[in-house]
Each structure stands twice: as C-alpha cells, then as structure tokens.
C-alpha cells in the first residue's frame, strides 16, 4: 500500500503565489436590475448571522425577493435560516463536482425558506489556503452560475470584519455593494473594527470609489450608549437598536427566527428592514484610537495612561553593563 504523499515544495510555493496574488483583482460588472446590494460588516460573534437571517426572513415576508450570501468562512450565516443545518458551500461544492467532471448547479448551493435564498460561499480548509482568496473564487462561480442575471431586490453579504484581508474588504474596493451596514454593540472591541471598517471606505472613496455606510446596527444594546455615541462621531445613522434580551438569546440558540409578524419582535425587524431600505450611504468620519477610546470610561478603559518610554537598560536588563564612554568632552574656552 502507499500513500500520496503531497509535495511540500509544490504546497509551498502555491502558498507564496497566493500570498501575492492582488486580493481585489476581480473585474464586476452592474447588475442589469436594479438590485441594493449590502455588505454587512462586524465583529466575529457580534451577532451578524442573527441580524441577516432575522432581517432576510421579515423582508421576504413584506415581499421583497431577498438573496443571502455568507462570506464568512466559518459558513454559518444561514444556520439560523435553516434550523441549524450546515448548508453545502460554493466553493465545497464546487471542489467536489470538478473531481467528479460534473458543473455546478443552482440547486447544489442555493436553499430557501420563507422566501428567502440563501447561500453560503465557504472556505479552505485551516491551514490550507487564504480565506479572501476563497472569497475571491466563491464569487467568480458565482458570476458562471448568472448573478448578474439573478432577479432579486436585495443581496445581502455578511461579511467578517476583524479581517484585513482584501478578500473581506472585496465589496467596497471593487464598487460591488452600493452600500455598507456595520453590527456592533457597546463593546470597545466590536467598536474598533466598526470604526476600521469606516476607515476602508473612506480610503477607497478617496480613490474615486462610490460605497458609503448606510448605518449601524446595535445588537445586543444594554442602553450603555457607547455605540450611539460611536455613530454620532462617525456621521452615520443608528438604524436600529437590538435589546441584550434573554428571551432574544435562547431564540437564536434555538434557531428559532423572531424576524416574522408572528413573533412580537416582528415590529423591530420590520422597522430594520425599512430603514436599510431607504438608508443612503453616506461617507463616514473614522476616528482615531483616541476619540475611539473617549466613548468610554477612562478607569474601564485605561484611556488616561501616560506612555512611558522603555531605555536600554530596561532592555539589557541583569546584562547591562556601565561601559566607560569613548565621547572627547572639551572644557569651555
């Protein structure tokens, strides 16, 4: 028996030409209809896959036709969609078929319910290969299989923010979203990659770019403020404030969707869903590291320490040694 053992060199250096490779080298065209395209940026774990699947499924029920795309490799923005069950991903899929000589269907990657379709793009395997690179080719399949003929009022991208890779960043370099929409909470953490967010599309608006923000959406919201304030001092709108509600947290542990007139949540969602509608995207004011520190408290955050700067004695530390100085003093003439 053997065994096919990989060639390391080989694995090696399609690592170091992928690394090269410009993330944001994908040629878009404009959707023949006049579809809103969203991408949907936070925080991993801020709640982003609850906001999306919720806010999908009460569009869908005030009749819009609404396309859901995770981004996320972790593929689980549809898992409260779909009770919990792991949707096939594009890019899994795809893998799959191409070893087998067969193509990629609609029906192989895109599930529905209540209306809504959903779709997951994936990922590599950990290790195995650059997530915004996997990005990059999800939506290259996506492209072969007609998006740009698809027929739906909004597509919306739930993107992984606390990312720099320029996959993730795909929708606002490349003008393929006409607006963004952030999901953070009164947490400095969520906040700042908000915050970088707004610093990417600023960067790309002074390129000629078009993506603006459309608004924040606070999940989790225990009344503390702080996100609000963040949404001031940006320039965009709060657009719509999800309570930190036990009753909303075993809901979602239980893939239960609220996003529904049936559910006395209904009315949040649907006040959501019309915002997001009408929200235009505006450009946005990032702030620094301080003005991100002064929305909160000094003493929580340590947002009054004083610098100190490190000498070479410190760094030498039982080493540092007192060596006579070779420096020629001359006395005053």
């Known amino acids: 028996m053997t065994l096919d053992v990989p060639n390391l060199k080989d694995f090696d250096q399609r690592l170091r030409d992928e690394a090269g490779e410009d993330l944001a080298d994908i040629q878009?065209?404009?959707?023949?209809?006049k579809t809103q395209i969203i991408a949907i940026y936070g925080k991993g774990?801020?709640?982003?896959?609850?906001?999306?699947?919720?806010?999908?499924?009460?569009?869908a029920e005030q009749g819009k036709r609404v396309l859901l795309i995770g981004c996320d490799p972790k593929s689980d923005t549809t898992s409260l969609l779909f009770g919990g069950k792991a949707c096939p991903t594009i890019i899994e899929t795809s893998t799959r078929k191409k070893l087998a000589g067969e193509e990629v269907a609609i029906g192989d990657v895109c599930f529905k319910r209540g209306g809504v379709f959903a779709m997951e793009l994936g990922g590599p395997e950990v290790g195995r290969g650059c997530g915004g690179r996997g990005?990059?080719?999800g939506f290259e399949l996506l492209e072969k299989l007609g998006f740009h003929d698809w027929d739906f009022d909004y597509v919306l991208l739930d993107f992984l923010g606390d990312v720099v890779c320029g996959g993730f960043g795909l929708p606002i370099a490349r003008d393929m979203a006409q607006k963004v929409i952030l999901v953070a909470s009164n947490d400095l953490q969520s906040l700042y990659v908000a915050n970088n967010v707004c610093s990417a599309?600023?960067?790309?608006?002074?390129?000629?770019g078009n993506v603006g923000v459309a608004g924040l959406v606070v999940n989790k919201d225990d009344a503390s403020g702080e996100a609000q304030a963040f949404a001031?001092?940006?320039?965009?709108?709060v657009l719509a404030?999800?309570?930190?509600?036990?009753?909303l947290r075993k809901k979602s542990a239980n893939y239960q969707i609220v996003g529904t007139d049936a559910s006395h949540w209904g009315a949040l969602f649907a006040e959501l869903g019309d915002n997001v509608a009408v929200a235009p995207p505006v450009r946005p004011t990032p702030l620094d590291q301080d003005g991100l520190l002064a929305l909160f408290d000094g003493s929580q955050t340590g947002a009054d320490f004083v610098l100190e700067p490190a000498t070479d004695a410190d760094m030498?530390?039982?080493?540092?040694?007192?060596?006579?100085?070779?420096?020629v003093i001359y006395d005053d003439a």
Do not use: C
Request: charged content about 30%.
């Open 28 to 33: 878009t065209e404009e959707p023949k209809s």
């Open 45 to 59: 774990g801020i709640g982003k896959s609850f906001t999306l699947a919720n806010l999908s499924h009460m569009m």
């Open 135 to 137: 990005i990059i080719h």
């Open 201 to 208: 599309v600023e960067y790309f608006r002074k390129l000629g």
């Open 232 to 237: 001031e001092a940006a320039g965009i709108p």
């Open 241 to 247: 404030s999800i309570p930190q509600d036990d009753d």
């Open 316 to 327: 030498r530390g039982k080493n540092a040694v007192l060596r006579e100085s070779l420096e």
